[in-house]
Nanobody, 117 residues
Framework: QVQLVESGGGLVQAGESLRLSCTAS????????AGWYRQAPGKQRELVAA???????NYADSVKGRFTISRDNAKNTVYLQMNSLKPEDTAVYYC???????????WGQGTLVTVSS
């Protein structure tokens, strides 16, 4: 099973930026989709952004134009650059690697992003 380590979360004010990183173990990362999800208190986990092995990307409507997902296959790492953060972006952010829509890693503790108004 793929092991995932997320980092980069923190407490910021509205309008500021953060960059999240997620490093995956093993040899399956580069060939598969990598994605960032988030879960706010009392809400279901939702897809934030995903990137294919060919670097095609898709985003939730709520983050389009503010967040950018990227990957470095040589480092088995996926990034999420978050700009113009809003209080509603407050959540625990998780990453995973997907093969045909199935998560290859266990959902870990994630990294907490808190945006104050």
């Amino acid at each position: 099973q793929v092991q995932l380590v997320e980092s980069g979360g923190g407490l910021v004010q509205a309008g500021e930026s953060l960059r999240l990183s997620c490093t995956a173990s093993g040899s399956t990362f580069s060939a598969n989709v990598a994605g960032w999800y988030r879960q706010a208190p009392g809400k279901q986990r939702e897809l934030v952004a995903a990137i294919s092995s060919g670097h095609s990307t898709n985003y939730a409507d709520s983050v389009k134009g503010r967040f950018t997902i990227s990957r470095d296959n040589a480092k088995n790492t996926v990034y999420l650059q978050m700009n113009s953060l809003k209080p509603e972006d407050t959540a625990v952010y998780y990453c995973n690697v997907f093969l045909r829509g199935v998560a290859l890693g266990a959902w870990g503790q994630g990294t907490l992003v808190t945006v104050s108004s």
